[in-house]
T-cell receptor, first 112, second 111 residues
Framework: QQPVQSPQAVILREGEDAVINCSSS?????VHWYRQKHGEAPVFLMI?????EQKGHDKISASFNEKKQQSSLYLTASQLSYSGTYFC?????????????FGKGTLLTVNP | DAGVTQSPTHLIKTRGQQVTLRCSPK?????VSWYQQALGQGPQFIFQ???????QRGNFPDRFSGHQFPNYSSELNVNALLLGDSALYLC??????????FGDGTRLSIL
């Protein structure tokens, strides 16, 4: 089942913060975050594993709440280069399930 | 170190035709997954290949088929093309439990 992302779109001024959420109705093994700029390939940001810790690099971090089956992506002090569509991909382990199911995406626009 | 490469970049076909898309995985990767991305949507899983076999399949009809070669490269074939098959087709490669890395995709337009 497709994870639900919120918000669908967000507009920021450079330097502002944003949070993007990803929720699933199924028990998740992992959550993968990607950013896709228009006309380009999705670029891997980070992976959150069940039982894992909050991850981050530079000013982008993420968390995974196993009780709620929800992951959040935190972008602090946003830069113009952060603009793009952010997708979460969820993975459910068990049996032979290897696929990633992506949400519809969150369009982030950072203005000067 | 070359990343995931896909060919062709763009393709225009007419309804009923057949198409083959190609993917070379990132060096060191042995698993290839194919996704379909409609405009304004997230990528949808088509299938995944590992050790030259289809390991898992998403909700796509049999018109969509694939192949993986001994050098880990892969092909996606779509028969009897429909207007609704117009989309960006993405290939992603990975190794074991490591994250998937995507290619730039093939933009397929059906007239």
């Amino acid at each position: 089942q497709q994870p639900v992302q919120s918000p669908q779109a967000v507009i920021l001024r450079e330097g502002e913060d944003a949070v993007i959420n990803c929720s699933s109705s199924k028990a998740l093994y992992s959550v993968h975050w990607y950013r896709q700029k228009h006309g380009e390939a999705p670029v891997f940001l980070m992976i959150l594993l069940k039982g894992g810790e909050q991850k981050g690099h530079d000013k982008i971090s993420a968390s995974f709440n196993e009780k709620k089956q929800q992951s959040s992506l935190y972008l602090t002090a946003s830069q113009l280069s952060y603009s793009g569509t952010y997708f979460c991909g969820t993975e459910i382990r068990g049996g032979s399930n290897y696929k990633l199911t992506f949400g519809k995406g969150t369009l982030l626009t950072v203005n000067p | 170190d070359a990343g995931v490469t896909q060919s062709p970049t763009h393709l225009i076909k007419t309804r009923g035709q057949q198409v083959t898309l190609r993917c070379s995985p990132k060096s060191g990767h042995d698993t290839v997954s194919w996704y379909q991305q409609a405009l304004g949507q997230g990528p949808q899983f088509i299938f995944q290949y590992y050790e030259e076999e289809e390991r898992q399949r998403g909700n796509f009809p049999d018109r969509f088929s694939g192949h993986q070669f001994p050098n880990y490269s892969s092909e996606l074939n779509v028969n009897a093309l429909l207007l609704g098959d117009s989309a960006l087709y993405l290939c992603a490669s990975s190794l074991a439990d490591q994250p998937q890395h995507f290619g730039d995709g093939t933009r397929l337009s059906i007239l």
